[in-house]
């Protein structure tokens, strides 16, 4: 999705000042749009100073962070809105309510944000103390494992060093059993997705 470049940026621009590519890029950096610090996490921008070259920046693990516009543009990934890491810093109290309600979607939203595969601690990372109190996060996993084999959109790996992987959502229910059955590292699994199996 092209963003339209802030006027601010575009008289800039227009005046000779900053190249067409430097504005467009500058753009994604305006307040209340969203980026990505691979130290401090997703952040949402709070404030330019377009002439001093300073901007204002509260990441997950950074509020206010105060940057260079050139170490930021350096240093930050843009995200859309609609991204699920955007989504912590402008949702979080629905994506908290929406782990209560419906783990298996929050973990399928992480996958999505990060390209259909992530290891458990990966994602431990992006949601343990942020999206899930600390504190529960282990009965919460074990409930989002649960609930992600029973929509089949995950393959859920049995060993922790393995990868979660989002799967096609073009397969049928069948298809997807036997893709698990052939996914299973051991006989108690396999037996579990035979008995799915005769049931579909």
Known sequence: M?????????KLVESGRI??????????LAPGSFCLHKAWGSGKVAEWDLFAGKVTIDFEREPGRLMGLKLALEKTEPLEEQDFRAQKIDKIEELREEAQTDPAAVVIQTLEAHGGSMSPDQIDRELCGSVVPEENYKKWWDRAKKAMRETHRVVVPSKRNEHLVLRDTDLSPV???????????????????????RKQ
């Open 175 to 197: 298809q997807t059993l036997l893709a698990d059955f052939e996914a299973s590292n051991n006989l108690r699994e396999k037996a579990k997705v035979l008995d799915d199996l």
């Open 2 to 10: 092209v963003r339209a470049m802030h006027p601010d940026v575009a």
């Open 19 to 28: 190249p067409p590519a430097v504005g467009e890029r500058l753009s994604q």
